[in-house]
């Protein structure tokens, strides 16, 4: 079983940052890619970021330039830094963890809000 632990999540006002990180523990797999996805009110749950153990990045086209990635593979944690938020970022941000590249199980954090309001 995997746990992962997340923090970071708040409310800021638009053009703000706010930097979300992500802890797994547990029976983590060497393969392991974690990211976010997240979900905003009355929406599908939609992919955001993910980095894989050896560094590369994928981003969803709408943070391309504002979010950053990042890893420490050796710790299995993970940070999502967010920059010139905008309203509609608004969200549940989940982090998760796929343990392997065929047939992965998804592991999920509990979410956290991130609220970009005036």
């Known amino acids: 079983q995997v746990q992962l632990v997340e923090s970071g999540g708040g409310l800021v006002q638009p053009g703000g940052s706010l930097t979300l990180s992500c802890a797994a523990s547990g029976s983590v797999g060497g393969f392991a890619v974690m990211g976010w996805y997240r979900q905003a009110p009355g929406k599908q749950r939609e992919f955001v970021a993910s980095?894989?153990?050896?560094?590369?990045?994928t981003y969803v086209e709408s943070v391309k330039g504002r979010f950053t990635i990042s890893r420490d593979s050796a710790k299995n944690t993970i940070s999502l830094e967010m920059n010139s938020l905008k309203p509609e970022d608004t969200a549940v941000y989940y982090c998760?963890?796929?343990?392997?590249?065929?047939?992965?199980?998804?592991?999920w954090g509990q979410g956290t809000q991130v609220t970009v309001s005036s």
């Open positions: 998760n963890l796929k343990d392997r590249w065929i047939d992965p199980i998804d592991y």
């Open positions: 980095i894989s153990r050896s560094g590369i990045t």
